[in-house]
């Protein structure tokens, strides 16, 4: 139980575009979901906290018009990069609060490139 | 704001030998909890342990343990009879119990497991 998938699993845009990762929950609800972003050999960095039916909360730093998050579901949170640029280019992971609550359940991240 | 302190980049053991990482963690709050993940090359983000702050007992996972000195805000992860499958980065994680659940994450701990 508690898995967590992400889709899709990576991506090569073109700078200006914009592309979307969809976070799911598979076998439970998730009222909050986390994302957070990793560029190689470094730490995780927390980017927005989803809440189902509510505005992401974005972390100081993030740009909220250029990483969309909606959490329209209890399984599903999705973020969009819109007009990527090459310095979007990351990993990005989302992760899920378990039923108790203060274990998170990781998906398997997705890696982006823009070109 | 919470800040989680992994002082060893990378570390070395040999097949079978035991290894401990360290971290600190500096916070004011009472009620979080502390969790060791590890990260093979997949980058999947998985639990090696946990501990919650109010439990004065040190967890304990197989061969995984932990040594939580409250007091001294430390939380360090020993891995005994280590394997090559052990071979991964560490990070060692600290979540608030009350800051809508957020998690602050080390820099990591490359673990290089020699046969």
């Known amino acids: 139980g508690a898995v967590v998938s992400q889709h899709p699993s990576w991506v090569i845009c073109k700078s200006g575009t914009s592309v979307k990762i969809e976070c799911r929950s598979l076998d439970f609800q998730a009222t909050t979901m986390f994302w957070y972003r990793q560029f190689p050999k470094q730490s995780l960095m927390l980017m927005a906290t989803?809440?189902?039916?509510?505005?992401?909360?974005?972390e100081q730093g993030v740009e909220k018009d250029k990483f969309l998050i909606n959490h329209a579901s209890l399984t599903l949170s999705t973020l969009t990069v819109t007009s990527a640029h090459p310095e979007d280019s990351s990993f990005y992971i989302c992760s899920a609060d378990g039923r108790e609550g203060f274990e998170q359940y990781f998906g398997p991240g997705t890696r982006l490139t823009v070109t | 704001a919470q800040t989680v302190t992994q002082s060893q980049p990378e570390m070395s053991v040999q097949e079978a030998e035991t290894v401990t990482l360290s971290c600190t963690y500096d916070?004011?709050?009472?009620?979080?909890?502390l969790f060791w993940y590890k990260q093979p090359p997949s980058r999947q983000m998985i639990l090696v342990i946990r501990?919650?702050?109010?439990?004065?007992q040190n967890a304990t996972e197989n061969r995984f343990s932990v040594n939580f000195q409250k007091a001294a805000k430390s939380f360090s992860l020993k891995i005994s009879d280590s394997q090559l499958g052990d071979a991964a980065m560490y990070f060692c994680?600290?979540?608030?119990?009350?800051?809508?659940?957020?998690?602050?994450f080390g820099d990591g701990t490359t673990l290089t497991v020699k046969p």
């Open positions: 501990q919650e702050a109010y439990k004065q």
């Open positions: 916070t004011s709050e009472s009620d979080y909890y």
């Open positions: 989803s809440n189902e039916g509510s505005k992401a909360t974005y």
């Open positions: 994680a600290y979540r608030s119990g009350t800051n809508a659940g957020k998690s602050t």
